[in-house]
């Protein structure tokens, strides 16, 4: 089902809610806002129990924060999620990674592209749980998931994995870039966001990366941009 919510005011999102609640066999929603917030979908909404897909393509809309709904009791069979956030913090990533049928994430952060800009962070997430236990590919778009991000056991399906790493974040001792304990990555993408770095920075940074891809048993093919 493909949605197009330009202009709905709050009675319109409410019929379309009810509406698509009332579809339980839906297994596919795609929503469409050109630009802005997203609000056609209110935090009570109760989204049909047999969604598999769920995305918002457009890159010029977002929501605020991620909607109270998703989550894996919810959304037991989710396994395609594409969304758009102001700012996305660990423990969003940290409830994502509790679907239990997550197959593809695309996950960006909004903020990145705004007048509010703040810096990238790297997510940090308990290791308390087994998270994304079946995702195979995993974009963070202006967010720093770099692999350290994943606790040991955590994504073991992880085939594709795309994250934004400032350069500058080389000279930290903290920010950890080894792939190993992903045991089935292919291939890797990364941003890398070389505002604020030197040229030694960038250069080491890229250097860093292409060594980390090379040390992992598969040698995944890496891709940095």
């Known amino acids: 089902l493909h949605l197009d919510c330009d202009g709905f005011d709050e009675g319109l999102g409410k019929a379309l809610k009810e509406s698509i609640s009332n579809i339980y066999t839906l297994e596919s929603l795609d929503v469409y806002v050109n630009d802005g917030l997203i609000n056609c979908l209110s935090e009570d909404w109760v989204p049909p129990p047999q969604l598999r897909r769920l995305a918002f393509p457009s890159n010029e809309s977002w929501f605020k924060t991620l909607p109270s709904w998703i989550n894996h009791s919810s959304l037991p069979l989710l396994s395609y999620l594409d969304i758009k956030l102001f700012e996305v913090r660990s423990e969003v990533i940290q409830l994502l990674g509790t679907l239990p049928a997550l197959l593809f994430l695309e996950i960006l952060d909004y903020s990145i592209m705004s007048e509010e800009a703040h810096e990238v962070e790297a997510p ?28 040991q056991g955590a994504a073991p399906r992880l085939k594709r994995l795309r994250f934004s790493f400032p350069a500058k974040w080389i000279s930290s001792e903290n920010i950890g870039l080894g792939m190993r304990h992903l045991p089935s990555l292919q291939r890797v993408v990364v941003d890398v966001i070389s505002e604020g770095a030197s040229r030694e920075e960038a250069d080491e940074a890229e250097a860093a990366l292409r060594a980390a891809a090379e040390d992992h048993p598969n040698r995944p093919i890496l891709d940095i941009w």
């Open 124 to 151: 940090v997430l308990s290791s308390g749980a087994a998270l994304f236990p079946c995702a195979t590919e995993c974009r963070f778009i202006g967010i720093g998931a770099v692999p350290s991000m994943f606790p």
